[in-house]
């Protein structure tokens, strides 16, 4: 096989006063075979010896091990071990190969760096673990920008840190340091923030890492960084992801949490993922059996509501699909209802969503509109603004499309509550999109 690269264009100056004349020039260079990976044809980056004594590149035979394969690609014999030794002689020849012929475009291949062992890591979560027990927040701090290194230069060394407990040795740390005063020593509250950061990429951390993630004192920091104004937006993210991790009975009791996400969803540069995670976190406090009607009530007094309908505006089809799910069980309540039903950008965004986003949404949005229009109050003007804005239409179309068990006795049960005020209304909405109604022949 043989790669080809192009050297550019060659500039060639015609006679004074003539214009520049542009040509172009290919140039095939063969790379000497003992140079590519014998897995994937490439020229070779990090070429490494197997205990067959064939080199690859690091990259390839890593995958290929990854995938289950415990054979040599090109002799098919067992790998005694999976020990990698960087073929530093024919990595020389391959560097000084591009740089002969780097005339011709050829870049010269990085020298790579050697990757972390699984001893490294190991060695280093428990020298993170002995200084924390020690309260030496200065070398603690140095072994987490050690592994933050070490994670920066590949992918290889992320596996090989959260393979090897790194995890569970920083949750450890993080938990020591937060029984301190991080609140008014920035010694430790920058420590604390380092680690959040490094814990951040490592879901998801295993159970003895949650049940300690989800003690009083890592909660309480946590919530702080939450709360806290003149702080970077990064470390609430990394806090909002981990607080996923925790259980969710630790959520539900923990003082601030409620403050802490609804204030996250507000913010005006946080990411799509952080506003999906903090919505998920919500949805399992308003749906979790134990006293979900106080948390409920709790996040309408904190103005869920509105923040709902405002994300609903103009959001993506996860976050929409939470969203919804989220003002759906609010709605559940009659707190939660009545600030609904108050909102004029209730119903109309609710029925907007049905049949655009998903078919989950649309259940979430049927859901929302049955628990407003409430047959046991049956006010008039609820109904009619819900016909104005086209929601029976949509009903019929969504019955015809098809829909769960559930939705389909509240969809059929809101067309006969809306049947009797369609007299009443003097303008319904006929921008519907009707073409997922199933014809009738």
């Given at each position: 096989?043989?790669?080809?690269?192009?050297?550019?264009?060659?500039f060639?100056?015609?006679?004074?006063?003539?214009?520049?004349?542009?040509?172009d020039?290919e140039?095939?260079?063969s790379?000497?075979?003992?140079?590519?990976c014998?897995?994937?044809?490439?020229?070779?980056?990090?070429?490494?010896?197997?205990?067959?004594g064939?080199?690859y590149?690091?990259?390839?035979?890593e995958?290929?091990?990854?995938?289950?394969?415990?054979?040599?690609?090109?002799?098919?014999?067992?790998l005694?071990?999976f020990?990698?030794?960087?073929?530093?002689?024919?990595r020389?020849m391959?560097q000084?190969?591009?740089?002969?012929?780097r005339s011709f475009?050829?870049e010269?291949?990085?020298?790579p760096?050697?990757?972390?062992?699984?001893?490294?890591?190991s060695?280093?979560?428990t020298?993170?673990v002995n200084?924390?027990?020690?309260?030496?927040e200065?070398k603690c701090?140095e072994?987490?920008?050690?592994?933050?290194g070490?994670?920066?230069e590949?992918?290889?060394?992320?596996?090989c840190?959260?393979?090897n407990?790194?995890?569970l040795?920083?949750?450890?740390?993080?938990?020591?340091?937060?029984?301190?005063g991080?609140?008014?020593?920035?010694?430790?509250s920058?420590?604390?923030?380092e680690?959040?950061?490094?814990?951040?990429?490592?879901?998801p951390?295993g159970e003895?890492g949650?049940?300690?993630l989800?003690?009083k004192?890592?909660m309480?920091?946590?919530?702080?960084?939450?709360l806290?104004?003149n702080?970077?937006?990064?470390?609430?993210?990394?806090?909002?992801?981990?607080?996923?991790?925790?259980?969710i009975?630790v959520?539900?009791n923990?003082?601030g949490?409620?403050?802490g996400?609804v204030?996250?969803?507000?913010e005006?540069i946080?990411?799509?993922?952080?506003?999906?995670a903090?919505?998920?976190?919500?949805?399992?406090l308003?749906?979790y059996?134990?006293?979900?009607?106080?948390?409920?009530?709790?996040?309408?007094?904190?103005?869920l509501?509105?923040?709902?309908?405002?994300?609903?505006?103009?959001?993506?089809?996860?976050v929409c699909?939470?969203?919804?799910?989220?003002?759906?069980s609010?709605?559940?309540?009659?707190?939660?209802?009545e600030?609904a039903?108050?909102?004029a950008?209730?119903?109309?965004l609710?029925?907007?969503?049905?049949?655009?986003v998903?078919?989950?949404?649309?259940?979430?949005?049927v859901?929302?509109v049955?628990k407003?229009?409430?047959?046991?109050?049956?006010?008039?003007?609820?109904?009619?603004?819900?016909l104005?804005?086209?929601?029976?239409?949509?009903?019929l179309?969504?019955?015809?499309?098809?829909c769960?068990?559930?939705?389909?006795?509240?969809?059929?049960?809101l067309?006969?509550?809306l049947?009797?005020y369609?007299?009443?209304?003097?303008?319904?909405?006929?921008?519907l999109?009707?073409q997922?109604?199933?014809?009738p022949?």
């Amino acid at each position: 096989m043989v790669l080809s690269w192009t050297r550019g264009r060659v500039f060639r100056r015609a006679r004074k006063g003539k214009d520049l004349q542009v040509n172009d020039l290919e140039v095939e260079i063969s790379v000497p075979s003992h140079f590519r990976c014998p897995v994937t044809l490439d020229l070779m980056k990090d070429p490494v010896t197997v205990s067959t004594g064939i080199t690859y590149d690091r990259d390839s035979i890593e995958k290929w091990i990854e995938e289950g394969n415990n054979t040599c690609p090109v002799t098919k014999r067992v790998l005694t071990t999976f020990d990698m030794i960087p073929n530093h002689a024919l990595r020389r020849m391959i560097q000084d190969w591009c740089v002969e012929h780097r005339s011709f475009g050829i870049e010269r291949i990085p020298t790579p760096r050697i990757p972390v062992t699984p001893y490294e890591v190991s060695d280093t979560c428990t020298k993170i673990v002995n200084a924390a027990k020690q309260g030496d927040e200065n070398k603690c701090r140095e072994l987490v920008r050690k592994i933050k290194g070490w994670e920066k230069e590949s992918d290889r060394n992320k596996r090989c840190i959260v393979a090897n407990g790194a995890s569970l040795a920083l949750v450890n740390a993080f938990d020591f340091f937060s029984s301190w005063g991080f609140e008014e020593n920035n010694n430790v509250s920058s420590l604390l923030e380092e680690i959040l950061g490094v814990l951040a990429w490592m879901r998801p951390i295993g159970e003895e890492g949650k049940s300690m993630l989800g003690s009083k004192n890592s909660m309480s920091c946590m919530v702080w960084f939450l709360l806290k104004g003149n702080i970077d937006l990064s470390i609430k993210q990394s806090v909002a992801m981990l607080l996923k991790e925790v259980p969710i009975e630790v959520l539900a009791n923990t003082q601030g949490v409620a403050e802490g996400l609804v204030k996250m969803i507000k913010e005006p540069i946080g990411s799509a993922s952080i506003t999906k995670a903090c919505l998920s976190m919500i949805f399992k406090l308003v749906t979790y059996s134990k006293g979900k009607d106080v948390i409920s009530q709790r996040f309408v007094e904190l103005g869920l509501v509105e923040v709902l309908l405002e994300t609903i505006v103009d959001c993506d089809k996860g976050v929409c699909e939470k969203a919804l799910g989220v003002l759906d069980s609010i709605c559940g309540t009659k707190e939660g209802k009545e600030i609904a039903k108050a909102n004029a950008l209730t119903i109309p965004l609710v029925v907007k969503k049905l049949l655009r986003v998903s078919e989950l949404s649309s259940s979430f949005a049927v859901s929302i509109v049955w628990k407003i229009c409430d047959k046991a109050q049956e006010e008039e003007g609820v109904f009619v603004e819900a016909l104005q804005v086209g929601v029976f239409q949509k009903l019929l179309v969504l019955l015809q499309v098809g829909c769960g068990e559930s939705t389909k006795e509240k969809a059929t049960e809101l067309l006969k509550l809306l049947n009797g005020y369609r007299s009443k209304v003097d303008c319904v909405d006929t921008s519907l999109e009707f073409q997922h109604l199933k014809k009738p022949f």
